[in-house]
């Protein structure tokens, strides 16, 4: 893999226009989904990125035909076999989301356990406890979670885990349930955005899902799915770093193509903050302000709460504003691989536990620093932004599985950001 930097040299404004991708986190289940029917599916607004172009191969490994053109994907899963590639698998977490379509389609799923993110032990186990509830048997061999269950039955299934509800487990479970004989009733499902996209698009295919976005989500088994076509929703994780990069950056930034309605926690901690951010029918518009910004206290938690991918985006900003912000960290609980890093521009952050205490208004300064997980990596974009003088981000591979050209689109509003071979 070609190695590439960013070259930041922060201070300025961003101001004008920015169009928000598909959703990566929607796109990637739905993508899966297709795996249910021998039929073609064409899904819309999918982001170019990394993570998809690898979903791209994994389901290519399986036996799909794919085409990617434009923002299109186009999927027909005819033939396809239970066993997917190890590498490839291994090396993207959200890959666990072929498990259900395997499982339900096939009766069978060979599948490795899967990686992505360091962000702190991420297990499956929810996921194959709702399988199992549905009759599937797992066993973990050579690295493998090895399924079997040629008949699955609908059943009941609680999902809420140590942390709360899982949400590729939702996805996973709502997909084979969709194929089972009769009806799967999942308690303490994920309520995110993306898991009523997928749950839409399974719908479109002639599944009978209903109550997602809901804790409570009913799965009518259907004998057979059919062709659909699908447009992903917009990426609110996208969206939110670029409102939080105009604040941070004293810019002003009309966001189109958005969800605000996806955002309301995000949007109403920034105006919490003293950033002035509206909505214009479906855009974000936050305006140039010259409010002494406030510090704010945050929790990640499960939607509608404010989004752990957020969270290193968001503890950016608060370095900015003069005072003391706590931020808890509920979800993943070593999500802070970003704060040794933006020490380094001057940042002063005190971790206890699941909790970092920000120290805000001391002035960043410019540093080679590196990139370490998805999210952590675009923290590290907006602080290079708000810093004085020039910031290297190494490994900029990590914002590239989930930000759709990052740096084209922050160089259109004017920040000076160059991307290098590192
Ligand atoms: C998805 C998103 C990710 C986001 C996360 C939480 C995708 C591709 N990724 O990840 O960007 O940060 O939701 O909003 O959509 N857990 C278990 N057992 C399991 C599954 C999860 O204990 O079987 C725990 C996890 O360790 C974590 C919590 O549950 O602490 C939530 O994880 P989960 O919602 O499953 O995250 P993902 O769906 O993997």
């Known amino acids: 893999m070609a190695m590439d930097a960013f070259e930041i040299k922060g201070g300025r404004p961003l101001s004008g226009e920015v169009t928000i991708s598909g959703s990566k986190n929607a796109a990637l289940p739905i993508m899966a989904a297709a795996l249910l029917t021998r039929e073609k599916c064409v899904i819309h607004h999918v982001p170019d990125l990394s993570d998809v172009r690898f979903m791209v191969e994994i389901l290519k490994s399986l036996g799909a ?27 993207m977490r959200a890959s666990i989301c072929i498990l259900g379509p395997l499982m339900g389609r096939l009766g069978r799923a060979r599948v490795s356990l899967p990686g992505g993110c ?4 991420r297990p499956i186990d929810l996921h194959l406890k709702g399988l199992r509830a549905l009759g599937a048997k797992f066993v973990i061999r ?13 059943a009941e299934v609680f999902l809420g885990g140590r942390v709360g509800p899982t949400v590729l487990g939702t996805g996973n479970i709502m997909m084979a349930a969709s194929l089972a004989d009769g009806v799967t009733v999942i308690e303490s499902a994920a309520c995110e955005p993306e898991v009523v996209d997928l749950a839409n698009f399974l719908n479109a295919m002639g599944a009978r899902v209903e109550g997602a976005g809901s804790p409570t989500v009913t799965i009518t088994g259907v004998k057979q799915l059919h062709g659909a076509e699908h447009t992903v929703i917009p990426d609110r994780i996208e969206a939110a770093t670029f409102a939080v990069a105009a604040a941070v950056t004293r810019g002003s930034l009309t966001i189109k193509g958005a969800r605000p309605d996806h955002l309301g926690a995000v949007l109403d901690k920034l105006r919490e903050a ?18 002494r910004l406030k510090p704010v206290d945050i929790t990640t938690q499960p939607y509608a709460g404010f989004p752990t991918d957020v969270q290193a985006q968001m503890m950016v900003l608060m370095l900015l504003v003069p005072g003391i912000s706590v931020i ?18 001057g940042a002063e952050i005190l971790i206890e536990g699941p909790t970092a205490i920000v ?11 590196m990139a370490s997980d998805l999210r952590a990596s675009a923290a590290l974009v907006l602080a290079g932004l708000a810093a004085e003088g020039e910031t290297v981000v190494k490994r900029v591979y990590h914002l590239d599985r989930g930000y759709q050209r990052m740096d084209e689109k922050l160089r259109r509003l004017g920040a000076r950001i160059e991307r290098v071979p590192e």
């Open 328 to 345: 808890t960290e509920r979800i993943f609980e070593a999500r802070f691989m970003h704060v040794p890093e933006l020490c380094r521009l």
């Open 65 to 91: 035909r794919v085409e990617f053109d434009g923002d299109t994907v186009v999927i027909e899963a005819a033939q396809i076999r239970e066993f997917g590639d190890y590498e490839l698998i291994r090396k």
């Open 274 to 291: 003293g950033v002035k951010v509206g909505r214009r029918g479906q855009d974000i518009v936050v305006e140039r302000s010259r409010n």
């Open 142 to 154: 050579g690295g493998y979670v090895v399924g079997t269950g040629s008949h699955l039955g609908g």
């Open 118 to 121: 360091i962000i702190g032990a």
């Open 359 to 369: 120290k805000g208004g001391r002035p960043l300064s410019g540093a080679p620093i």
